[in-house]
Structures are given as structure tokens and as C-alpha cells.
């Protein structure tokens, strides 16, 4: 049958599936709103009212300006399942980029968290295409505001009636849209269609893969700005497990710890600094998270510290690779019964891959001239994709590719497991080989006394290049200094792989999304004078 893959049939499935199974939302108080999956649905048939009543236009773009909680979920499923497109944007970007991202998406109406109320106010006047301004919160919480009627979101809702004629809509419609933030030039927005999320929510999770199931409690710390959660308010109830939305208090370990515990979340998803937090309270406290068993680590490389330090408070972390222009996970790291009778250093190398592709994602690696480079696992080359729900082009942009440049260098084994090695804007070129940052770092963090770590790439007079170590050092490590780290490397990574110089630093500069910023640290250095 020609039965089209849409949003709202991951919706129906799982109104079928689970409609008492639970969503439960943790708000800024920390308080908790507990509702099913048949409750949020009710809801998002009242949204879907709402958003008629307000006559936006059948492909209007929805902006939203939220953090992970239940209404910004009834969002990505009330905007799409009317027809129009959930455009999450991401209140952390400057200013500027937020405007920009609202006027190049023609947003007709801004969904807000009322802290993010101030950012929009600041802008109101620079936003000609926005005709409704909602904060998400109820009557009573409403804020002062100079933006024009502003009204509450559950005003909005009680009016309206709680079941909703939903139409079937072509499986190629544009569901969802999401900005990369661009580390140069202006943030690209990158569709979604029905079709893409369906497929990535089921390739994730098949078995081998995320491999979500009936009996998992979810909670994404990924923002749903970053990507909708990579994909989780999706593929959550597609496979019927129970969703934990954190809030805004992501960043606040004992909070989230609590919440696990509290609600027996079994997988989470975050990128490593997140992860990391959340390792140092459980090694400070002594707290136990007996219930979480496994989460995806991704949006950056992990170290191996963490997976290990992890493991030890028994939640074993799997490698995801993705970006927001793959919707966005590409490939996943599950071992092969092999792989568990590695010696310890092997098998560990093992798990800092990237993983194999999900089903539907072909991958390559490729030399500067487009030349298609072999899977030894030890060539390195820029990694291309293709697949059902990669970007064929940039919003408004004309179509340009067969194979989507990642941007990211890697190797590729016979296995088919992918290396992210560097990105190639943070590549080293030192006398015209590549080093690769992401190992150096990873074998930096190995020692006690690093905290964390990031190598960039600096001038050099001779080598055109050479790497910088930059390190936030353990408290608990006053005397460490920078000469015993970089003997520590020794042995560890070639030779002429070691940094030339070692620089302390107090805190990292991180982005948007919560990655350390390799662009910010390098403008940071980039006066930087070699001894
Ligand atoms: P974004 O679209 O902002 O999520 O950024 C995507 C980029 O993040 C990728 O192209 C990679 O450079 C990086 N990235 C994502 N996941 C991983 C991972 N598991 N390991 C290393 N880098 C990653």
C-alpha cells in the first residue's frame, strides 16, 4: 500500500502502543509535570487547533525557543502533523544569528520559554514576519513583556477542543527545520521532511544500533534545539519507551542525577561535556544511578576516561557520529562479538570509533581531489555521505552534490567502522602531514590530573604548524605542570605528534550546543608566542 511515512503515524503508533506509558517534563523550579502519552496527544490536538486559529499558512515555519520539556514536544508534533514545519531555533547563538535565523526562515510565529523572552523583545523591531508571539507558560506566569499581545500557551489551548481531523499528509513534505550554527559565514538551515525523520527514527532504532525499546525510560540532555533531541521525541514513542524531559537545569548534575533516579531513566544522550559533569559529581558523591544502563555520547569526541570512568558507575556510553545536516545520527558504535575478546587497549581503541553507518547511510572517504580513498583503517580523507535523510542541499539553496562533504576527516576500517580524526577546519598541518588533535587529546586525558583538554593547531615559523596542548587542570593536581604532561604522552602518540608547548587554563570556551570551541580557542591563542 502507498501508506506515507509521516510524523503523525509515529504519533497514532504510539497512542496505540503506549498511550500510558509516560511523559514526564521537569520545569525551571524543578518542578514536575507528569503526563502519558495519550494526555500530551490530547494536548497536541488542541495545539493543532490553536495553530488553525491563528491562521498561520499550511507551510508556515513555527519558530520555537525552548528547552526539553513537554509543550516544545506537543510542538514537534502539533506544528508537522498540520503541516507545518517546527523550526527549532537555538537561544544560545549570538543575537545577531538568532535574527538572522528568524528572517531567513520567515518565521510567522515564535513559540518562547519566557527566559528567552528578553532575547526576543531585544530583536522585536528587526522580526517583519512574525505575527504571533506565545511564551510558553501558563496565564498565571505570563511576563511583562513589550512584545505585541503576547499570550500564554495554555490560554491558547484551553479554548480549543482536544481532538483533531488530522490530514494525510505526502511523506516529502518538510516537517522540521534546523540551522547549523557555522563556524564562518551565516547559520544554514537545514529541512527535514516527514520521510527523512521516519526513516532516521527507525534506522536508530533498529537493534544494533540505538535499539530503543518498550521497557527504556529516555531522557535527552541534547537540547531539541540540537537537532530535535537527536531525533528522541520521535523515536522514543515510535518505539514505545517512555520519555523524561530534563528542563533547562541540564548543566546541574545533582539535578539530573536525581531525576534519573526518581523516574529510573534506563538511556540518556548528550554530548561529553555534559557527560563529564555528570561522571565528576557521581565520582565526588558516591552517588548511584543503578537504573541507567547505557547512553549515546556524541556531538563530539569523548575521551576514553570518561567511557571507562562510566563503566565503573555502570553506564556503558556508545559512540554516535552525526551532524545537524544528517538529522542527525550517521553511524553508531555497538561491538562485534569479537571485539569483547580484545586485550583492554585494543578493545578500547575499538570504542573510541564512530561506529559503523546506520542502515540507509552510505559512507566514503575521499583525498582533495575527490578520489575515493581505500578502508584500511589507516588512510585518512575527507568522509562524504549519502542517504536518505542527508541534506541534499541548504535551505533556499540550489542542489549541489551526489556525496555531502561532511567537513570531518576520518578513516574507515574493513569492518566498516568510521574514525573521526579531526575536523578539517581544526586539522594540524604540521610540515605538510596531518596530525590528528582528537587522539592527542585522548591520550592526554588519560592522566588523573587533566580535567579536560583540547589541542589546536598555532603558527610556527618552521613546521608552518604545530600542535598546542590546552588543559583545565584537577584541582586535586596543584603541583602538575606542563612539562610532566607532555612527557606523559610519550610512547603514547608518534613521536613528532607531541605538542610543542602546554598551556593551563581555568575554563574552555564551549558553543552553542555545548562543544568545546576549537574556533574560540584558537582566536584565544592565535598571538601565541613559542618559547
Ligand atoms: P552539529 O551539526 O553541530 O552537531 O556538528 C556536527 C559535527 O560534530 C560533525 O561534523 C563532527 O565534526 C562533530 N561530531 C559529531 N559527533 C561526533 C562524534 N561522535 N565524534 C567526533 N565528532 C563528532
Known amino acids: 500500500?502507498?501508506?506515507?511515512?509521516?510524523?503523525?503515524?509515529?504519533?497514532?503508533?504510539?497512542?496505540?502502543?503506549?498511550?500510558?506509558?509516560?511523559?514526564?517534563?521537569?520545569?525551571?523550579?524543578?518542578?514536575?509535570?507528569?503526563?502519558?502519552?495519550h494526555d500530551a496527544f490530547v494536548r497536541v490536538a488542541k495545539l493543532a487547533n490553536a495553530l488553525d486559529r491563528l491562521e498561520l499558512a499550511p507551510e508556515a515555519r513555527v519558530g520555537t525557543l525552548a528547552w526539553n520539556d513537554h509543550r516544545h514536544f506537543e510542538l514537534h508534533y502539533a506544528v508537522p502533523c498540520t503541516g507545518r514545519i517546527c523550526h527549532t531555533i537555538n537561544p544560545k547563538l549570538f543575537t545577531d544569528q538568532v535574527k538572522f535565523i528568524i528572517n531567513d526562515a520567515q518565521n510567522e510565529a515564535l513559540f518562547i520559554d519566557p527566559e528567552f523572552i528578553p532575547v526576543i523583545e531585544a530583536m522585536q523591531g528587526d522580526l517583519p514576519s512574525v505575527k504571533h508571539w506565545i511564551a510558553l507558560c501558563s496565564a498565571n506566569n505570563l511576563p511583562q513583556s513589550?512584545?505585541?499581545?503576547?499570550?500564554?500557551?495554555?490560554?491558547?489551548?484551553?479554548?480549543?477542543?482536544?481532538?483533531?481531523?488530522?490530514p494525510t499528509l505526502d511523506e516529502n513534505r518538510a516537517s522540521?527545520?534546523?540551522?547549523?550554527?557555522?563556524?564562518?559565514?551565516?547559520?544554514?538551515?537545514?529541512?527535514?521532511?516527514?520521510?527523512?525523520?521516519?526513516?532516521?527514527?527507525?534506522?536508530?532504532?533498529?537493534?544494533s544500533q540505538l535499539g530503543l525499546t518498550s521497557e527504556d525510560v529516555v531522557m535527552p540532555l541534547v537540547p531539541m534545539f540540537h537537532v530535535n533531541a537527536w531525533?528522541?521525541?520521535?523515536?522514543?514513542?515510535?518505539?514505545?519507551?517512555?520519555?523524561?524531559?530534563?528542563?533547562?537545569?541540564?548543566?546541574?548534575?545533582?539535578?539530573?542525577?536525581?531525576?534519573?533516579?526518581?523516574?529510573?531513566?534506563?538511556?540518556?544522550?548528550?554530548v561529553p561535556t555534559l557527560w563529564s559533569g555528570i561522571n565528576q559529581f557521581l565520582n565526588a558523591t558516591g552517588t548511584r544511578v543503578p537504573s541507567l544502563n547505557r547512553g549515546v555520547?556524541?556531538?563530539?569526541?569523548?575521551?576514553?576516561?570518561?567511557?571507562?570512568?562510566?563503566?565503573?558507575?555502570?553506564?556503558?556510553?556508545?559512540n554516535g557520529w552525526g551532524m545537524t545536516e544528517l538529522s542527525p545520527i550517521g553511524s553508531y558504535n555497538r561491538y562485534l562479538p569479537e571485539h569483547n575478546r580484545l586485550p583492554d587497549a585494543a578493545r578500547a581503541d575499538q570504542r573510541l570509533k564512530s561506529g559503523r553507518p546506520l542502515f540507509g547511510i552510505q559512507m566514503r572517504i575521499v583525498d582533495e581531489d575527490g578520489n575515493a580513498l581505500p578502508h584500511d583503517g589507516v588512510t585518512t580523507g575527507v568522509l562524504e555521505i549519502r542517504g536518505p535523510w542527508a541534506c541534499s542541499a541548504y535551505y533556499g539553496k540550489s542542489r549541489e552534490h551526489d556525496w555531502f562533504n561532511t567537513g570531518d576527516v576520518a578513516t574507515i576500517d574493513s569492518l566498516g567502522y568510521m574514525r573521526?580524526?579531526?575536523r578539517v577546519k581544526d586539522v594540524i598541518k604540521s610540515g605538510g602531514e596531518w596530525?590528528?588533535?582528537?587522539?592527542?587529546?585522548n591520550a592526554i586525558m588519560a592522566h588523573p590530573g587533566v580535567r579536560e583538554a583540547v589541542v589546536i593547531g598555532v603558527?610556527?615559523?618552521?613546521?608552518?604548524?604545530?600542535?598546542?596542548?590546552?588543559?583545565?587542570?584537577?584541582?586535586?593536581?596543584?603541583?602538575?605542570?606542563?612539562?610532566q604532561l607532555l612527557s606523559f604522552l610519550e610512547g603514547k602518540i608518534p613521536k613528532w605528534w607531541i605538542p610543542n608547548a602546554c598551556e593551563f587554563v581555568d575554563t574552555l570556551p564551549h558553543t552553542a550546543t555545548g562543544k568545546v570551541s576549537k574556533k574560540m580557542l584558537r582566536e584565544n591563542f592565535n598571538r601565541y608566542q613559542w618559547a
Not at 559565514?185 to 537493534?207: E, T
Not at 528522541?232 to 523524561?244: C, D, F, T
Not at 603558527?459 to 612539562?483: F, I, K, N
Open 1 to 37: 500500500m502507498d501508506a506515507p511515512l509521516s510524523i503523525t503515524t509515529i504519533m497514532s503508533h504510539a497512542e496505540m502502543i503506549a498511550a500510558e506509558n509516560k511523559l514526564i517534563s521537569r520545569g525551571a523550579n524543578g518542578d514536575i509535570t507528569r503526563l502519558t502519552y
Open 146 to 166: 513589550t512584545l505585541p499581545n503576547l499570550q500564554a500557551y495554555e490560554s491558547l489551548l484551553n479554548r480549543e477542543q482536544d481532538s483533531y481531523d488530522w
Open 176 to 207: 522540521n527545520l534546523c540551522y547549523t550554527s557555522g563556524t564562518t559565514g551565516d547559520p544554514k538551515g537545514v529541512l527535514g521532511s516527514h520521510r527523512s525523520i521516519v526513516l532516521q527514527c527507525m534506522s536508530q532504532n533498529m537493534a
Open 231 to 270: 531525533c528522541m521525541p520521535y523515536s522514543a514513542p515510535m518505539a514505545g519507551a517512555a520519555l523524561v524531559m530534563p528542563g533547562p537545569q541540564v548543566s546541574d548534575a545533582q539535578a539530573m542525577t536525581d531525576l534519573i533516579n526518581q523516574e529510573q531513566v534506563t538511556f540518556s544522550l548528550a
Open 297 to 318: 555520547i556524541g556531538g563530539a569526541a569523548g575521551a576514553l576516561k570518561l567511557y571507562d570512568e562510566m563503566d565503573r558507575h555502570g553506564v556503558r556510553l556508545e
Open 420 to 422: 573521526i580524526t579531526d
Open 435 to 441: 596530525i590528528s588533535s582528537i587522539e592527542i587529546e
Open 459 to 483: 603558527a610556527h615559523q618552521h613546521w608552518s604548524e604545530r600542535p598546542l596542548l590546552v588543559v583545565v587542570p584537577e584541582d586535586s593536581y596543584p603541583s602538575l605542570t606542563p612539562e
